[in-house]
DNA sequence: TCTTACTCCGTATGCCATATAGTGTAGGCC
DNA sequence: GGCCTACACTATATGGCATACGGAGTAAGA
């Protein structure tokens, strides 16, 4: 276990003999995402985020053992606090729970870049985790249920953040200058012969408009038919516990 | 839309004056992708496919405009054919489809560190999409219902690839040295007042083994989510038909 | 034959992460 | 109260890497 992620938890290690360090993990991450939400990722340099700071770049290798170590904490740090299930049906707070996450990724689409893939380690994001662990248990599921569940919601949320993401033409290396692009390039390229089912669809505008009402409906029926699937588990438990 | 993307469609541009090329973007990307296997996404720079190729480094900028670009182009060829529809019923073959999209990611784990998120721009990874799209459309589904379910099933692909990846230790910023370590290291950080559903997941070995086989019942198991869900729709479209 | 477009090369530049070797500071110990 | 030592931070150096720039050769067309 790397230093780092006990530092995340907030375990900054004892120091008796010398200084008070000048600095914290916090405040390091706290710089690193400021200049990630105002620059985006590639103006986070070992470099600026000490500058931010008022120190040498080489002072953050205190805190962190490298770079990737530094995007690892900034992707937990940023997460805000997951929504609370309270007394939510638990088809409710899964819609809570996708939109909100699909929402602060796009908040900060950086993150996008920083693999939100691999599996949690910090506070932040396991706590979005539990949330969802919590729901579905009431809900009548396993925990192993409820883990594959949690990765596939999680999954969702990214991918559908991800495509709007490229669709607005963020910062992107497929070279679409505006939003619409995507389905003419696609046009452009695909000849029906090769790929009936693209340029049927193609044809009918399914990569038409990338409204952003369009995606939200998107998102919204994609996640139903995930709700859809869960739904028909969890009415199958009820049924064997009677 | 960039010069690559034509060249990886075989519009290579035609040259009238001057030597012939000696290489193509195929080369270029064959060699990268060798690269990319025997050592990783890290080996491969563009003096190492270069060299591969008995070139100067300056030479592959000829074929394509950055690094980036031959990323991009790399996780195109890299693409084996999808599997066929056929005569499969379409449950079958969108189980095939993820399964077979999953394997393939996880043979070649580097795809995973490019963004494997990002709209396809490619002849290999749109035919993926065509195929499914295909298949969803005799299931009696609008292009636009495809298309997002195409997004959902590659991004289930995706993110259970990347979590067997990861938990099997792949070259990995978590730090975990071993299968089963994340379980552990959860279970050293989370306490069970702050995150009372990670905890009994945890008690309930949610985490434990990262064997092979139950990677794959998992992923059966979330996949049989998600196809429940597309049932219900193609269901009520059927009946709507009548 | 000469021009011209085009391919490939050698070298130079600049950016960055990070190794190495200090330098000062402040607690603990005598 | 003075020394020792661990530790935070700094200055400078190094090396890897993408890529800009300015050639130099090459073969089709005029």
Redesign the pocket.
Known sequence: MPAVVARMWGQE?R?????????SLQRITEAAIGIADADGL?G?????V?ARL??????L???VG???E?LTAMTDAAAPPPPEPGELHWRDYLTAWTRSYREFLLTRPWLLEVSPLTPPTGPRALSWLDRLLVALSRAGLTPGEGVNIATTLSAYAVSTASLAHSLRGGADETGMAGPGDYGVILTRLADPAHYPGLSAALGAGAFGGAQEWVEDADFGFGLGLLLDGIEALITRRAKEER
């Open positions: 290690p120091t008796s003999h010398g200084p008070r360090p000048s600095l590639a986070v340099r070992m470099s600026s000490a008022d120190v040498s770049p080489m002072a290798y205190g805190y490298s770079k990737e530094l």
